[in-house]
């Protein structure tokens, strides 16, 4: 997502339709989310190659070891 694009989602909420205004929100909110996401799991597979435990790698997402398992673990 593009700064503008999130700006023109806050900017939104100030303007004279407030159904808009959510559906602008939402937008954003969805495609900031698939973004951070993405760098999320970009930054797991980092930290397993560079050696770090899942241990390790669910404190910082504060999260369970099980569930960053799960979630980005090889079966």
Sequence with gaps: MD???????IAAADGDDPYRALRDI?????ELTRELDRAEAI????ARA???SWQLIALA???SKQAVHK????G
């Design 71 to 74: 979630r980005y673990g090889r």
């Design 61 to 63: 997402l504060e999260v």
């Design 26 to 30: 939402r937008h954003a909110r969805i």
């Design 3 to 9: 700064d503008r694009t999130l700006r023109t989602a």
């Design 50 to 52: 560079a050696g770090a």
């Design 43 to 46: 930054a797991v597979r980092r």
